[in-house]
């Protein structure tokens, strides 16, 4: 009796001591490093590195850079991200699962190739403005390379992130309450602003909040528009001061991010305190509302929705295909001059660049893959467990990923400078490195649909599975996770192409060898060989689109809101 | 105050008929119950009236206005009506002063003649000194008052209450139910009152719309319906009566008319211009069952007694209709038990109109 009890409480410890141990070491570990790094530099209290940093007008004039572009890509984001959000799910709108999937899609391409794909479309080498022969003369300033530049395409990069958060607080808006306002004498107008409008702040408030966090950590599109203007916000003057001093400024950098970490929580916690006063709280449970008749505005309304949507998606990916088709700088566009010259380049001859495609591949499946299998034991865990720091443990998976990237790859630099103790390892300036931080701030990509697929689960399926006698481990194997797997499967798909053009975390942790493409796109990008970043964006973008058609196959296996781009 | 009119409604969802021709006039100032199991169309019924739905076919007028047919439809904040919900549907963030105000506001009231309106709404319903309350600190029957209050203050033609005691507890039930009684009273208004629950009906309605697949099975008033049912739907969805063939064996007198059931021969009540004829149906109520010894009986065997406290409910299966069962009261001292013969008989009955009787796609 004792032997039988000990054994089955024995997987469980093993369970839950795996578990702790990966928590520790991809997201507690790193963020005590960046903590010690700053109060304490070598193991001695000192205030150094925080008063060097507080001297330096450049700090404050990159925090002020990141204060507006955080502000300003946050309003715009939350303005366009609810009206389309208000109009998709309470209008009688035709083609909205259309609409949503190309609305949703720039949030599936990387900032970088974002930043590219319009700094193509507008600048003076436009092959797409060269085709009416409308480009500004060759030497003339792009207009996205300004504050207003980086504000609009963040707006353009995070809209979808608000609307996906919006319309799931509107999906759960019920009808009665609707109903009641407009048997009151109410207008659709007048109940959208004083009826659904106010309930929705809680949602308004919290995509606000992740929006603002996504704005001020940003790294592809302040990177691309705002350093050929020299305007720097905080992690485009990180990576500066990285690649100009390397290691020896790591404590100066360290700074930086924690910075950057306090301005993303402040971000976080003014919204806690707004939601706080606003208990808002939907308890009935409904039909949504009949959607509003828009009658002889629906055609209009159409029509702006798809206008948006040639705007934000159709015309910067076309700028992008062009220019990738183009032979040289400048050169336009006609039947004769189209070649396919770029891609044979990035994809044959350029070692950097084909180091890089083989790179981000295997490192994208490595996470995706780890996260896959570890999102499982920690997600049975948070779900079903009862033990009472469960909550403590889903928290600290979630802060790699709330967190900017920038800050986790300063900490993962710092844990990983000198060799590992005792074994002697060497990861810096290795590929091993950027896994390690795709790791830790990947993971929660995979945990998140898990969790909703376990609270999907009855859970009497796996109790009839251990009354029939089935330890843990079996449990696991034969009942839980073929039943999640779907769940874990899309989430891991979500890494992948999360992954795939990543360029935040692998800017600062890439070394000669291990280049990512998001590194190698960067640099041409630098170097004035659009065409060739653009012929590697249009690649991505291509493996993207292909891997969400794949993962539509998953659909009728998910829980709803998995994948963000199916309505 | 206005009245009623549905005229020959039809609501269709894709190939499915949620409500099929439904008639109904209800009077200025009446109180009519729409009752039925669920899934009988009585809520679309309700979203009809309101403007919430379309109608597919058919015409709808409050106070002689149409307000919906197949060529269009006034738009619900335009219909005057009121509503109380099930899940009262107050809004979260306002106060219960301002859920009450709402519609005063909205229609741009003076404020001073609007905070004088609320809080008599709120007095009406005994709420006084709660208006700055949030929904969210009441109690249910608290809520459901507040529900009531924000419709009567836009003084509606037309209230229409969607199973509005559904969510409450028994005993909240009995005390909304005379307040809704007195509210009725008070104000006089049109009231359409969606429930399934028919002890509430009949305590309530003038009239009761007892409706059944999307049909409108009978519209009558509470006797009317328990004793004169029209079909052998209403015949046992109302206080579960006992359906049993029977052939007419003389036409309709007086009122009467004279039936064999089970074997037997007895005077039952009927419709004026019953002619004999064979595969008839009676409703027979279990106060229409005694025990009997003499000639007039019929015997069977007692299937199930189940005590109940003063009373047993014995269902009984007769030997001449194996597959009937009759159930009926029997008081203390209780003599029958599971498994006994017994001899009953039948007092009267009603018996359901040859127009009323189930075609074999019913049920």
């Not at chain 1, 006698?469 to 194997?477: E, S």
């Amino acid at each position: 009796m004792s032997a039988r009890i000990r054994e089955s409480r024995g997987q469980e410890m093993v369970l839950t001591a795996v578990v702790a141990v990966v928590i520790v070491l991809l997201s507690l570990l790193p963020m005590l490093c960046l903590i010690k790094e700053i109060v304490a530099p070598g193991g001695v209290l000192s205030t150094v590195a925080v008063e060097a940093g507080l001297r330096s007008p450049a700090t404050w004039i990159a925090t002020w850079h990141t204060l507006v572009v955080g502000i300003g890509g946050t309003l715009l984001a939350v303005l366009s991200g609810t009206l389309v959000a208000v109009l998709v799910s309470l209008t009688d709108m035709r083609g909205r699962s259309a609409l949503v999937l190309c609305y949703v899609m720039p949030l599936m391409i990387a900032p970088q190739v974002t930043a590219l794909a319009w700094l193509q479309l507008f600048g003076p080498a436009s092959p797409f403005l060269k085709l009416f022969g409308a480009a500004p003369p060759l030497g003339t300033k792009n207009p996205l390379y300004s504050t207003s530049g980086i504000i609009l395409l963040l707006g353009v990069q995070y809209g979808p992130l608000v609307f996906l958060l919006v319309r799931a607080g509107l999906r759960k808006l019920p009808r009665e309450l609707v109903e009641a306002a407009r048997a009151g004498g109410a207008n659709w107008f007048t109940v959208l602003v004083t009826i659904v409008l106010p309930l929705m702040t809680p949602s308004i408030m919290t995509a606000a909040a992740l929006a603002f966090v996504s704005c001020v950590g940003n790294f592809g599109i302040p990177a691309f528009l705002g350093i050929p203007a020299n305007y720097l916000v905080l992690p485009t003057l990180i990576y500066q001061k990285l690649a100009g001093g390397g290691p020896a400024v790591l404590g100066e950098t360290a700074f930086l991010s924690v910075l950057i970490g306090i301005i993303a929580m402040a971000g976080i916690l003014a919204q806690e305190v707004t939601s706080r006063r606003r208990d808002y709280r939907i308890s009935s449970t409904s039909l949504p509302a009949e959607p509003y008749e828009l009658g002889r505005w629906r055609q209009i309304v159409q029509a702006g929705m798809w206008l948006l949507i040639m705007l934000v998606l159709v015309l910067p990916l076309f700028g992008l295909v062009l220019t990738s088709l183009v032979p040289g700088y400048g050169i336009a566009l006609t039947a004769k001059t189209a070649t396919l010259d770029n891609y044979r380049f990035v994809l044959f001859e350029h070692d950097a660049a084909n180091r890089a495609f083989f790179n981000s591949f295997w490192l994208s499946i490595a996470a995706a893959f780890f996260a896959v299998i570890v999102a499982v034991p920690v997600g049975y865990l948070i779900a079903w467990g009862k033990q009472r720091w469960v909550r403590l443990l889903n928290l600290s998976v979630e802060l790699p990923y709330a967190l900017p990237g920038v800050v986790l790859a300063i900490a993962s630099l710092l844990l990983f400078l000198r060799p590992i103790p005792l074994t002697g390892i060497q990861l810096y300036n290795t590929v091993w490195i950027i896994l390690y931080a795709y790791l830790a701030r990947f993971l929660v990509l995979a945990l998140r649909p898990t969790i909703s697929g376990y609270h999907q689960i009855d859970r009497a399926l796996e109790e009839a599975a251990q009354v029939a006698g089935a330890g843990l481990f079996t449990r696991m194997r034969t009942i839980v996770f073929p039943l999640v797997a779907p769940a874990a499967i899309a989430g891991g798909l979500l890494i992948f192409m999360t992954a795939l053009s990543e360029l935040t975390v692998s800017a600062l942790l890439w070394s000669s060898g291990s280049e990512t493409i998001g590194v190698v796109m960067f640099s041409f990008e630098q170097g004035g060989d659009s065409n060739y970043a653009a012929a590697m964006s249009v690649i991505t973008v291509a493996v993207t689109f292909m891997l969400m058609l794949v993962t539509n196959l998953l659909a009728p296996h998910l829980p709803s809101g998995v994948l963000p781009w199916r309505d | 105050m206005a009245r009623l009119t549905l005229d020959h409604v039809t609501k269709s969802f894709a190939d499915f008929d949620a409500v099929k021709d439904v008639s109904i006039d209800v009077g200025d100032g009446e109180f009519l119950a729409v009752l039925g199991p669920s899934g009988c169309g009585k809520t679309t019924l309700l979203r009809l009236v309101a403007g919430f739905e379309k109608v597919t076919s058919g015409e709808i007028r409050i106070g002689g206005d149409v307000v919906s047919n197949s060529g269009g439809s006034v738009a619900p904040e335009k219909r005057r009506v009121g509503i109380v919900f099930q899940n009262y549907a107050l809004w979260p963030h306002m106060s219960v002063a301002e859920n009450i105000g709402y519609s005063l506001k909205v229609a741009r009231l003076d404020k001073a003649v609007a905070r004088q309106k609320v809080e008599d709404a709120l007095a009406l319903v005994n709420l006084q000194g709660l208006g700055e309350r949030r929904p969210a600190n009441l109690s249910g029957g608290q809520r459901q008052r507040v529900a009531l209050a924000r419709c009567l203050v836009a003084a509606p033609s037309l209230v229409l209450f969607d199973e509005p005691l559904a969510n409450l507890d028994v005993h909240l039930r009995a005390s909304m139910e005379d307040e809704f009684a007195a509210f009725h009273k008070r104000t006089g208004t049109t009231i359409v009152y969606i429930t399934h629950d028919q002890a509430e009906a009949m305590a309530l309605a003038d009239r009761i719309a007892v409706m059944d697949h999307g049909r409108l099975a009978q519209l009558a008033t509470p006797r009317e319906l328990y004793h004169e049912p029209a079909n052998e739907m209403v015949a046992s969805f109302i206080s579960q009566g006992i359906l049993l063939p029977a052939d007419v064996l003389t036409g309709e007198e007086g009122g009467h008319c004279k039936v064999r059931v089970l074997g037997r021969e007895l005077v039952v009540r009927c419709r004026p211009g019953e002619r004999p004829r064979a595969a008839a149906r009676l409703c027979c109520r279990s106060a229409d069952i005694e025990i009997s010894a003499d000639a007039s009986g019929f015997d069977g065997l007692v299937k199930r007694a189940v005590y109940q406290g003063g009373a047993a409910r014995i269902e009984f299966v007769p030997a001449a209709g194996p597959d009937l069962t009759l159930h009926f009261e029997q008081p203390d001292p209780v003599v029958l038990e599971s498994g006994a013969q017994a001899r009953l008989r039948i007092k009267s009955g009603w018996l359901i109109p040859a127009t009323g009787t189930a075609r074999d796609d019913a049920g």
